[in-house]
């Protein structure tokens, strides 16, 4: 068995993104069951400063790469550094965010440490000695426990906004060690980078989603959508019948194809619940459907359903909820 557990902690444009203290929550919990310590490996460009504070998710120690040249994520440069510091800590397991730079470096860093990989999951337990992680498969229809041969390593990428995240223990500061690596000259560069001005709550990382679907009948319509959004302090997203009818950006759709979400609240609204569109939020904690067609698939899902037709429904809601707003402040 290995000394440890090694989380991956994703720090992009001058921050950990909120997935590395899921990650880092659940590799402690992994830590503790196991009897080891936490550690974690941060690589990007001004993380020094920063590494510290993951100490308040339960994280002992942090290797950090730190270069002015790992300023925005390659895989390239950044994978071999990743897998020469993980090797250095000797883990019993390692544990990174399923984000879409992870799922894009998990897959290399396991090939690279010669592991198992595990992508996608949402439970790791450690019984009887032994690491098991749980992951959907059939496009989320079911669910399966992945276990390792002796000896192998697991690489285990967990799902954002699913594991429980500790609250930050303020006082609790993690040791940090700099580590010097030789940064691999990259084949491609990252020239420039577009960021969404917006103001936008992403999707992935969302407390509540409000999703139309082909019931919408029209891009303008969401406007009806964005207006509850607003009261809510809620994303907005869609299916991919709304997408590929052009009425809403493909960075919207929430699917197999798009992205998988897991707010606590998912309002799906004139969305009929294909096994494509479940995929990607039927791990959602609490599922609110409104569709006018009280068969549709859609309501098998749901905790709450609205049968109704969503141009009544939709602005009538968000009226009420301004008014219970307003009354309330
Ligand atoms: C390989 C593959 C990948 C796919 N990936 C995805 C994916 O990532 N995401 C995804 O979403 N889909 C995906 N799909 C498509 C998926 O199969 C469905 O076609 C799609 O999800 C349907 O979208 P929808 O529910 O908006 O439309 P529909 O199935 O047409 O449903 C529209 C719903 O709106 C309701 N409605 C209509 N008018 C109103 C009204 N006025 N008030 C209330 N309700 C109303 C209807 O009753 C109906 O239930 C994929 C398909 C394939 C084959």
Redesign the pocket.
Known sequence: MGKCVCIIAEFRHGAFRRVSYEVASEGKRLADAMGVGLCAVAVGSGVADKAAELGRYGVDKVYVVDDPALENYLAESYVPAMADVVAKCDPSAVILPASVDGKDFSARLAARLKAGLAQDCIQVVCENGRIKAKRPIFAGKCFGWCEWAEGALPVISCRPNVMDCFAPAEDKKAEVEKVEVSIAPARSSVKSMDFDTSGKVELTEAEIIISG???MKGPENYALLEDMARVLGAAVGA????VDSGWRPHSD??????KVVNPNLYIAV?????I??LA?MGSSKFIVA????AE?PIFSKADYGVVE???NFVPAFTEEIKKLKSSCS
């Open positions: 679907g082909r019931g299916s991919r019948a709304a759709q929430v699917g197999q194809t798009g004139g969305i009929s619940g294909a494509q569109h990607g409104v569709n006018k067609d549709a037709d969503l141009f």
